[in-house]
């Protein structure tokens, strides 16, 4: 298992890396640089940082008191049946407070989104002859979300409805399962009373976060990376060893056609495997890497053979982007590698599929040479800001953003009530306290960025396990991903679940021994 260890502590160092340089910047440099998209809160990241210390020893103060009083016997005596009940419940619970948040919070968002809902409705009224061909020929992975969304209305179409607000139901529902699964994650492997707390903090950070309101693949993909880890810890099940790989290359399939970054915690797990594989000198290594390929590419061949023809829609497959015009965009100097319109522009003026390619590998490499090592490191520092510097995820940036309840032809939904106007005045531009909860979201970031890079300096000391491996080997490759191609806070937004796993490792780690495991 030598070569296995000797990856699982390259793996956490580079991670530490990854995180603690990243967290310095934010800490101490972010202030002074001039990046694409930086939100101004007024207050310094360290000032927040040093409040976000002081306000998790004050809640690990509060909460070891309500342990030792309240809590001890129960978390002491934590039977299956108990485990159960008490994540069933605590799922019921966020759905139904979730349902309530998104129908008197929604609104709608006038870009990407809008488009897909667009065709939603034009598909659910047997309009397709008037959908707009153009922008789905471009971006042909927004179909996947098309056939979901379209699944969800015609679902509630059953029960009389053809209201936009069964899709933000839907969306609260993969936001309430994605809960349940990370808590299984976190209880096997940390402990009961760790996992219950994990997943309070997920129901108050990622669960009412804002955008569950977007109709958009960042909420719907949310499940995808937990769903991956789980179904790598089950590799060593009865039956794990060909249907653990079976499942990546299914889930691989569906989540590179949703969200593309989603494919990552797939890839990071089937390599685990292999190295573990080739550890122990066991057999079977082409097998399970032939399983893997079968199923994914079986996967993208119903999506692309039968599910999308299902629409009905005539799309110039000689449009599509390809990676190099994402590649290109990504090295774009005055966006900090954000999407450009003209950069955008240039893709769509060439019609040839491989001539686009070519002139898109032409100027990525001219931007390269005009970078040269030390402006393309200037470069990918200020992407790396842009990506992890703002704690909202670049909440209210893309277009149109604050469009309100009525949009286009899609259906007009309430915009009146006390629980709509509280929440909004904390979610949208002119609300009262919008700048306090980007102050907070941002406290909470940060944190999460702190505990999570202590994670993965315990595993250079420490064997840690394939799990937490995993985790951390999937957000190298998101951050690599992020680094190679367009940049933006958002596409971080479906990993947040497994930042969240690696920080409960760093806090827990930090503060009890007995609620840390093997992993």
Known sequence: MCLYRAAEKCISLLFTLFLGTTLVLILFFEKGMDHYLKKDLGTDNIILFIAGVAAVALMTAVLGFIDRHFLKSFFANA????????????????????TVYVVNAFFYSDWDPAGVL????????????????????????????????????????????????????????????????LFFITYDLFSFRAAVYIWFFYAFWIGFNPYIIITYSDAVGVIIPLFAIRVFMCREKKGGRVLCPLLLGILAGFGYSLKPQTLIPCIAAMLLIFLMMISKKEKGIIRTGAVFAI????????????????????????????????????????????????????????????????????VAGERLKAYGPGGLAEHLIKKQMVNFSDGSFSWGIDGNFFAGPVLGDMPEVKAEGFIRSAIHSFI???GAYYIRWLKVMQLLWIMVITF?????????????GAVLSAVMLSIIGLILFELLFEAKARYLFTFLPLF????????????????????
Request: include cysteine; glycine fraction near 6%; hydrophobic fraction near 45%.
């Open 79 to 98: 039977g299956r049946k108990k485990v159960f009940l008490t994540i069933a419940l605590l799922t019921l619970l966020l759905f139904i407070l979730e």
């Open 118 to 181: 667009d065709c939603v409705y034009k598909l659910h009224r047997n309009l397709g002859n008037e959908v707009s061909l153009d922008y789905f020929s471009a971006h042909p992975n927004n179909l996947m979300l098309v056939i979901i969304y379209s699944a969800v209305l015609k679902t509630a179409a059953l029960f009389g409805t053809d209201s936009v607000l069964s899709l933000v139901i839907f969306q609260a529902l993969i936001f309430a399962l994605s809960g349940m699964i």
């Open 295 to 362: 199923s994914l590419f079986v996967m993208l061949f119903i999506i692309s053979r039968v599910l999308y023809p299902s629409l009905r829609l005539e799309l110039n497959k000689d449009k599509g982007f390809s990676l190099s015009h994402y590649l290109m965009m990504g090295l774009n100097p005055e966006t900090d590698g954000v999407y450009s319109n003209e950069d955008t522009e240039f893709t769509n003026s060439i019609e040839d599929p491989d001539e686009r390619k070519r002139e898109n590998i032409k």
């Open 428 to 430: 949208t531009p002119e």
């Open 452 to 464: 999570a890079a202590l994670s993965g300096a315990r595993g250079i000391l420490k064997e840690r």
């Open 500 to 519: 969240l796993i690696s920080a409960g490792d760093g806090l827990f780690g930090l503060l009890s021994r007995k609620d840390i495991r093997q992993g």
